[in-house]
């Protein structure tokens, strides 16, 4: 397994596991037992980088990921997620909060949910609007030098919010959505994280598995699965099916795009603000996440200098 850099010195696997799934978000949560042990195989096979969230479940995820991982704590970099308001009686997501005595609530409980006396990568999970970013990263540093936290992310974020955090405090890493159909990072969040040295983690980097070519247009989900509440996305849906139809036209014929258009496409290309919601619907579930499959860890230095990541 190849490894990454993000940051100055958080080294992880190429290919990281989201775990989301295993808990939330893509249908019916898996038996304990078999979450478990999925974990575990993954690190045997070389992958020492988890991502999770107190979002997911809610709890639960973490709850999964704290009791797989505790007997390989030293073999593995554990992520994890603050920003959203939780409801204390539903556990449904009702907003976002970043305010310093909230993350310092979520992190004391993630760090009883995971089992472990250190959170290795905290990103706020959602930028808040109400909380200068400049606060944020205070709050999340002073985490950092009491111990609980090694380093600090941010997930969905804008360039602008980006090197704002970074002025505070170092950012080891954003995790924002990227794959072959969706590329805004590629305007100025990229640029941004090679500037500053910082780690960029694709979520989603199969198209929350719309790219991997099992999802039909007669595709199914559960109505558990974040997905089913994306009309405009659902292989079924007209939206849908032009979707899939101009992204697979794209990868089957890349001759019929040169690098004057591919650059022109780029320069078009919207530049990437914070997002509340990663896929510009607000009908889905407030929070949700679609995750299917890896994440690939890049460094923030050039990408003509990165080792190819491993193909999934």
């Known amino acids: ?117 250190t959170i290795d990568l905290l990103y706020q999970h959602r930028v808040d609007p109400d909380v200068p970013i400049e606060d944020v990263a205070g709050a999340v540093k002073e985490l950092i030098q009491r111990g609980k936290v090694r380093y600090f992310g941010l997930s969905e974020a804008g360039a602008a919010t980006i090197r704002r955090a970074h002025a505070v405090h170092p950012v080891t890493a954003v995790q924002n959505q990227y794959s072959l159909w969706t590329r805004e990072p590629e305007a100025d969040v990229l640029p941004t994280c090679e500037e500053l040295g910082i780690g960029f983690v ?10 991997t070519g099992a999802i039909k247009a007669d595709t199914k989900f559960d109505s558990t699965d974040l997905r089913s509440t994306l009309p405009s996305v659902h292989p079924g849906s007209p939206q849908g099916q032009s979707c899939l139809r101009r992204h697979a036209a794209s990868i089957r014929h890349p001759q019929t795009r040169d690098a004057r258009t591919n650059r022109a496409g780029l320069a078009a290309r919207p530049k990437a603000v914070d997002r509340a919601d990663p896929w510009h619907d607000r009908r ?29």
Not at 27 to 44: F, H, M, N
Not at 98 to 104: E, M, N, P, Q
């Open 1 to 117: 397994m190849q490894t990454r850099t993000l940051g100055q010195n958080l080294e992880v696997s190429a290919l990281g596991m989201g775990a989301m799934g295993l808990s939330f978000g893509l249908g019916p949560a898996a038996d304990k037992q078999e979450g478990i042990k999925v974990l575990r195989a993954a690190v045997e096979r070389g992958i020492t980088f988890f991502d999770t969230a107190e979002a997911y479940g809610p709890f639960t995820n973490e709850t999964l990921v704290g009791e797989a991982l505790a007997p390989l704590r030293d073999r593995v970099v554990i992520a994890t997620k603050f920003g959203f308001k939780l409801d204390p009686t539903t556990g449904a997501t009702i907003g976002v909060d970043s305010r310093a005595d909230h993350i310092a609530q979520v992190v004391n409980a993630s760090l009883k949910r995971l089992r472990t006396d």
């Open 284 to 312: 889905r579930a407030p929070g949700g996440e679609p995750d299917v499959g890896p994440r690939r860890a890049h460094t923030g230095r050039s990408l003509r200098d990165r080792p190819r990541s491993i193909s999934n």
């Open 202 to 211: 694709p979520w989603g980097p199969l198209g929350t598995g719309f790219l």
